[in-house]
Structures are given as C-alpha cells and as structure tokens.
C-alpha cells in the first residue's frame, strides 16, 4: 500500500524557515515523480516544487530562490527547504507521488497524496 506522510510544518514569522519532509512507502521514489503542493483556504492547489525525469529541479516563479526541493533515495524521503517565508506562503503542502509511464518515462496525471503538513506564516 502507497503512503505518503508529511511532516516538518508549524507556524513561523515572516523571513523564518521550515523544513518539510515527506516518507514514502510502498513505492520505489525513482520510478514516480516526486513534488510538492500546496492548497490555501479559497484557492486551488497549485505545484510549488518538483524533480524531473532528469532528476533536474523545478519550481513555481512565486518560490524561486526560496524554496528548495530534494530526495533522499536511501530513505525513501522527499523533503522541501523553505527559507525566506512570506505571509503568502501560508497553505497545506502535501507531498505528490505520480507514476512515471514506462513507454516515455514522463508523469502521469494522477498517483498519491499525502495528507498534508500546515504551515502559517505571520507577518
């Protein structure tokens, strides 16, 4: 059975950081894409950060500079660095697993979610 368990969110003043991390089980990480979401009240979710088929790094404009994604394949752990917070940021992130399709090796529009890990940011 696939799981995905976020952890690693809290609430910090502007300009803090957080460390958000995501274990993974019943799958192998290198044949899923591994990202990371995020859903504020009122708005849609939308893809913060991602690891490509070529293992390159991927992130939205508003995170840039800030935000950092990576994957630890020993542990089987996805984990996103977010430094320089804003109030904006402020959202449920849940970390994403998606099959990688075997005949192209790109990501397939559905997989699993976690449950996701809250992180607030006050001004």
């Known amino acids: 059975q696939v799981q995905l368990v976020e952890s690693g969110g809290g609430s910090v003043q502007a300009g803090g950081s957080l460390r958000l991390s995501c274990a993974a089980s019943g799958i192998t990480g290198s044949s899923y894409c591994m990202g990371w979401f995020r859903q504020a009240p009122g708005k849609e979710r939308e893809g913060v950060a991602h690891i490509d088929r070529d293992g390159r790094t991927r992130y939205a404009d508003s995170v840039k500079g800030r935000f950092t994604i990576s994957q630890d394949n020993t542990k089987n752990t996805l984990y996103l660095q977010l430094n320089s917070l804003k109030p904006e940021d402020t959202a449920m992130y849940y970390c994403?697993?998606?099959?990688?399709?075997?005949?192209?090796?790109?990501?397939?529009?559905?997989?699993?979610w976690g449950q996701g890990t809250q992180v607030t940011v006050s001004s």
């Open positions: 994403a697993a998606r099959p990688r399709r075997p005949y192209d090796g790109t990501c397939s529009s559905s997989g699993y």
